[in-house]
């Protein structure tokens, strides 16, 4: 299968426009393929064309059973730190087949009271930038990644909607992080009003940031 813009995860064939990131346009995790639509989930810092060149799996292949693969052909462990996705991103993998060969554990932080006491958010970032920040999200990775010992961590932190959101961060905003052996990094996306597909999106975004990161197609 060759990569292209579909939206839940697995990989097909399609068009990418111009503010999109095709990747993203699916309502599941399952197949699909398709063009991308006006209303398409938008990430900051990705190039859509160049990141989906070449070939990420085959036939059944999904993102999350390819960083599957590669983390353990990598003798690599994962954890994983969700607020607005609600354990979606941990069942992604741990729904597989033989992820206990690299999925240590998770943490579903949906609190702020959580995300602090768990994973030692600072509580000056909580109060000045708000749970839905790069601040947050990078230190909800860092640390479910101490907390579980691993080589890689991912952490998401949003408004899934349809309420709860805000002039400044609307529904639809989402903040992704990724912690490394060679440090953290983030992505803020904006996505609609439909809570499922926010999820769902998110969850294809993350684990596509981990596979960037394990394949060496850094920024």
Same mark, same amino acid.
């Given at each position: 299968?060759?990569?292209?813009?579909?939206?839940?995860?697995?990989?097909?064939?399609?068009?990418?426009?111009?503010?999109?990131?095709?990747?993203?346009?699916?309502?599941?995790?399952?197949?699909?393929?398709?063009?991308?639509?006006?209303?398409?989930?938008? *990430?900051?810092?990705?190039?859509?064309?160049?990141? $989906?060149?070449?070939?990420?799996?085959?036939?059944?292949?999904? +993102?999350?059973?390819?960083?599957?693969?590669?983390?353990?052909?990598?003798?690599?462990?994962?954890?994983?730190?969700?607020?607005?996705?609600?354990?979606? $991103?941990?069942?992604?993998?741990?729904?597989?087949?033989?992820?206990?060969?690299?999925?240590?554990?998770?943490?579903?932080?949906?609190?702020?009271?959580?995300?602090?006491?768990?994973?030692?958010?600072?509580?000056?970032?909580?109060?000045?930038?708000?749970?839905?920040?790069?601040?947050?999200?990078?230190?909800?990775?860092?640390?479910?990644?101490?907390?579980?010992?691993?080589?890689?961590?991912?952490?998401?932190?949003?408004?899934?909607?349809?309420?709860?959101?805000?002039?400044?961060?609307?529904?639809?905003?989402?903040?992704?992080?990724?912690? *490394?052996?060679?440090?953290?990094?983030?992505?803020?996306?904006?996505?609609?009003? $439909?809570?499922?597909?926010?999820?769902?999106?998110?969850?294809?975004?993350?684990?596509?940031?981990?596979?960037?990161? +394990?394949?060496? +197609?850094?920024?």
């Amino acid at each position: 299968v060759h990569a292209g813009p579909v939206g839940d995860g697995r990989v097909g064939k399609g068009r990418v426009g111009d503010d999109d990131f095709g990747i993203l346009e699916g309502a599941d995790m399952g197949a699909a393929q398709g063009d991308v639509g006006d209303n398409a989930f938008k *990430t900051v810092g990705f190039d859509p064309v160049a990141d $989906l060149e070449g070939f990420v799996g085959y036939d059944d292949d999904t +993102l999350a059973s390819v960083v599957a693969r590669l983390l353990v052909e990598r003798g690599c462990t994962l954890s994983v730190a969700e607020s607005c996705t609600g354990g979606a $991103l941990s069942a992604g993998f741990t729904s597989m087949s033989g992820a206990s060969d690299y999925f240590m554990g998770s943490v579903v932080s949906y609190s702020n009271d959580v995300k602090q006491r768990v994973l030692h958010v600072r509580e000056e970032s909580l109060m000045q930038y708000g749970a839905v920040s790069r601040e947050v999200a990078e230190q909800m990775a860092e640390g479910v990644r101490a907390l579980c010992g691993t080589d890689y961590a991912l952490a998401t932190t949003g408004i899934a909607g349809p309420t709860g959101g805000t002039a400044e961060k609307p529904v639809g905003t989402v903040w992704l992080a990724m912690a *490394t052996p060679h440090g953290v990094v983030s992505r803020k996306m904006s996505g609609g009003t $439909l809570r499922t597909q926010n999820i769902e999106r998110a969850c294809a975004n993350a684990i596509f940031m981990l596979y960037r990161e +394990l394949k060496g +197609l850094h920024d």
